[in-house]
């Protein structure tokens, strides 16, 4: 059975709350939640491919679950049946409370029922019924109230539990889970009415390691409480806007802390000095907090540091000399302060870091000579400097640069010459009026290219002979204006696409969507702004995996592509017109 | 379908013999009961378990109708990953011998056996 028994409990990794702006896996809507779920199911089906048999209990718990009114209880069944026939109900999205009742007493160990239709406190009982039994429970996005949550009391081995955006628990809720000793990760997210009172709470599960109260803007002062807890590995408060200076005091002795996320806070430099004792830490996550290079100072302590993100603070060039002494720094993020090149002299011995943001910094060539030795960087974002071609010279040893972000440079055709040793490079972002066709030419050894973006680049349809040699393309964006349906026509053999846009290209008609036809791996589409009419629609039916498309300002109405929708295309998820 | 078994060279050794909780005894392929990861592991497993030397399973707690069931599925699943095979089952009690080439694609469960049959896979690990 291998991989059907395998369960997770550990549903999220640190590397989700690292990404900038909104996962989305804990929205509230349930819509694009299902989205994300069908998703990974076609992905998961592709993987498994056709040759794969199902194993008998994988036939049996089909055969359960398509009958599954048919039973009133499992309780007869040994607990790890009952886990798979509950977590194949759930990934069917037909749980309801009557096929609950079924599940009363089965000693299940996993519910993950993150942003489940129809959970509110009616499902407790049974989820309270599994007892002892009980490891970890997801009702993110619920409607499970205080007295709801008041029935896992009697769960104590209870080690992971959720409650993400569960608007109706509040500080009487946690008051109920404190008797919980043996939880090791709790999270609740997005939480309005939690204060530093309802924190108290926590003070005696000593046995957390991960807590993430990301986006609770009441808990100001509640952090106290967390001092006793010095197994807490990984702590997130990120986007807490009430959190201040006063709430680092206490965290100085969770010396066990190897992650901590407080961006977005009124974190200043005098806050960033009770941090001095974390030896352990290794990532650190102050975007938006009004701290200036002087908390590098108390930074420099941390010499375990390997992910560092400071942008969008008060950075300015003075007190940047301290990053020199960050030595493991592998991930670091300096975009949108007010630096210049004159700092990158203070970043030339970090020969860790693999990747490095300076998005819109004042950035200028001569300063760039400082990155020419970071010969492991993978990841590099330049993004609204003032970086020109003088400055790409120095990027053209860094044979590891998999991610390379040019866009509004002063890059022209001419700089990018001196990127074509980059054989690694996947990523390449050229959005940019100064790049032509001449300049695409210099790349075409870029092979392993799966993603390039030459959104505002003024390529034309000779410029689009090039692409033929981006054999492994999974995205590209030409919407410069320059394109007609004779360029399009050379984009017909990328077969691995999966994102096309096209759009701002005013001359190309009908004939490009035909001559994207067969690019059936096609999840995204966009050719909005063009001379596309309803007639050219038939072109796309072939597209069986498109999930978004987009032919605003054309000459097609959202009925015609409701019905292209209805007749051809049953993945299509987001149109416009809508 | 009694000369068919007849051509059939049944090597002693390709075979194995599994007995259900009543003592019926279904005579199969290695290869399939080697489906198994249970049964896989008692006939490779050096020295520590009688059945290999024997070639004979008991399942003191596998009724013979579920046990059938499952020989099929072993062959089913063979079939499955587009195996050429000859299936024999031979039902010793009552000395049925059927051969079947293996072409459905679905494999059928009755309704009434599935929770058995799940406990029975679990075990068997298949």
Same mark, same amino acid.
């Given at each position: 059975m291998g991989g059907a028994c395998s369960r997770k409990r550990d549903q999220q990794d640190d590397d989700d709350n690292l990404q900038r702006g909104f996962s989305g896996r804990y929205c509230k809507s349930g819509s694009s939640k299902w989205l994300a779920t !069908?998703?990974?199911?076609?992905?998961?089906? &592709?993987?498994?491919?056709?040759?794969?048999?199902?194993?008998?209990?994988?036939?049996?718990?089909?055969?359960?679950?398509?009958?599954?009114?048919?039973?009133? @209880?499992?309780?007869?069944?040994?607990?790890?049946?009952?886990?798979?026939?509950? +977590?194949?109900?759930?990934?069917?999205?037909?749980?309801?409370?009557? %096929?609950?009742?079924? *599940?009363?007493?089965?000693?299940?160990? +996993?519910?993950?029922l993150g942003e489940y239709p129809g959970l509110g406190d009616n499902w407790m009982d049974i989820i309270a019924s599994q007892g002892s039994s009980l490891l970890s429970v997801d009702f993110s996005g619920s409607d499970i109230t205080d007295s709801g949550l008041s029935r896992l009391k009697d769960c104590k081995n209870l080690q992971a539990l959720n409650f993400n955006y569960c608007d109706r628990i509040s500080d009487n809720g946690l008051e109920h889970i404190s008797g919980l000793l043996n939880l090791t990760n709790l999270s609740f997210r997005r939480n309005n009415t939690i204060t530093a009172q309802g924190m108290s709470a926590l003070s005696g599960l000593v046995n957390l390691v991960k807590l993430d109260l990301e986006r609770c803007p009441k808990i100001h002062g509640g952090l106290v409480h967390l001092k006793g807890l010095t197994k807490l590995e990984s702590l997130n408060v990120n986007c807490c806007n009430c959190i201040t200076d006063a709430d680092m005091k206490p965290l100085q002795g969770l010396v066990n802390l190897k992650g901590l996320q407080i961006s977005s806070s009124k974190v200043t430099d005098y806050g960033a000095t009770f941090l001095r004792a974390l030896r352990k830490l290794e990532l650190l996550n102050m975007e938006g907090c009004p701290v200036t290079a002087a908390c590098l100072e108390s930074l420099s302590a941390l010499s375990a540091l390997l992910y560092l993100n400071l942008s969008r603070c008060n950075l300015t060039d003075d007190g940047c000399d301290k990053f020199s002494n960050l030595q493991k720094l592998k991930v670091l993020n300096l975009g949108f302060n007010e630096i210049? +090149?004159?700092?990158?002299?203070?970043?030339? /011995?970090?020969?860790?870091?693999?990747?490095?943001?300076?998005?819109?910094?004042?950035?200028?060539?001569?300063?760039?000579?400082?990155? =020419?030795?970071?010969?492991?960087?993978?990841?590099?974002?330049?993004?609204? $400097?003032?970086?020109? +071609?003088?400055?790409?010279?120095?990027?053209?040893?860094?044979?590891?640069?998999? !991610?390379?972000?040019?866009?509004?440079?002063?890059? @022209?055709? &001419?700089?990018?010459?001196?990127? =074509?040793?980059?054989?690694?490079?996947?990523?390449?972002?050229?959005?940019? #009026?100064?790049?032509?066709? =001449?300049?695409?030419?210099?790349?075409?050894?870029?092979?392993?290219? $799966?993603?390039?973006?030459?959104?505002?680049?003024? %390529? @034309?349809?000779?410029?689009?002979?090039?692409?033929?040699? *981006?054999?492994?393309? #999974?995205?590209?964006?030409?919407?410069?204006? /320059?394109? $007609?349906?004779?360029?399009?026509?050379?984009?017909?053999?990328?077969?691995?696409? $999966?994102?096309?846009?096209?759009s701002q290209n005013h001359h190309l008609t009908d004939k490009s969507l035909e001559a994207v036809s067969g690019l059936t791996q096609l999840v995204s589409l966009n050719v909005s702004n063009c001379r596309i009419t309803s007639a050219g629609l038939q072109h796309l039916k072939s597209l069986k995996n498109l999930k978004s498309l987009s032919l605003e300002s054309c000459k097609v109405t959202a009925n015609d592509i409701k019905k292209l929708q209805a007749s051809d295309l049953p993945n299509l998820v987001n149109f416009r017109p809508e | 379908m009694e000369s068919d078994s007849g051509k059939l060279k049944m090597k002693k050794e390709d075979m194995v013999k599994l007995i259900s909780a009543e003592g019926f005894e279904f005579v199969i392929d290695k290869k399939a009961a080697m489906v198994s990861q249970t049964i896989r592991n008692m006939l490779t497993s050096p020295g520590s378990f009688a059945e290999t030397e024997h070639g004979e399973v008991t399942f003191p707690e596998i009724s013979t109708t579920i046990l059938e069931k499952i020989c099929q599925y072993f062959y089913w699943s063979l079939q499955y990953a587009s195996f050429y095979i000859e299936v024999i089952l031979v039902h010793i009690y009552i000395g049925h011998c059927s051969a079947h080439s293996g072409k459905e694609t679905e494999f059928h469960i009755e309704p009434e056996l599935t929770l058995e049959l799940m406990m029975a896979a679990n075990y068997l690990h298949t």
């Open positions: !069908s998703f990974s199911r076609s992905l998961i089906d &592709v993987k498994q491919g056709l040759g794969k048999c199902p194993s008998l209990m994988e036939l049996c718990i089909y055969k359960v679950c398509d009958e599954i009114h048919k039973y009133s @209880t499992f309780s007869m069944l040994p607990r790890d049946i009952s886990q798979l026939i509950f +977590d194949e109900l759930v990934y069917r999205q037909v749980l309801d409370d009557v %096929i609950l009742e079924a *599940f009363r007493d089965c000693a299940l160990e +996993d519910l993950n210049s +090149d004159a700092i990158l002299v203070h970043l030339r /011995g970090l020969l860790n870091l693999e990747s490095l943001n300076l998005d819109s910094c004042r950035i200028r060539d001569v300063g760039m000579v400082n990155l =020419a030795g970071l010969h492991r960087l993978k990841c590099l974002e330049l993004s609204d $400097t003032e970086v020109g +071609d003088v400055g790409l010279r120095y990027l053209s040893g860094l044979r590891n640069l998999e !991610s390379l972000n040019l866009s509004f440079t002063a890059v @022209t055709d &001419v700089g990018l010459k001196k990127l =074509a040793g980059l054989s690694c490079l996947k990523s390449l972002n050229l959005d940019n #009026r100064q790049i032509t066709d =001449a300049g695409l030419a210099a790349l075409t050894s870029l092979t392993a290219l $799966t993603h390039l973006d030459l959104f505002g680049a003024r %390529i @034309t349809d000779s410029g689009t002979n090039y692409l033929k040699c *981006f054999k492994n393309l #999974r995205s590209l964006e030409i919407c410069g204006g /320059g394109l $007609t349906d004779a360029g399009v026509k050379n984009i017909k053999d990328l077969k691995t696409l $999966t994102l096309l846009n096209l | -």
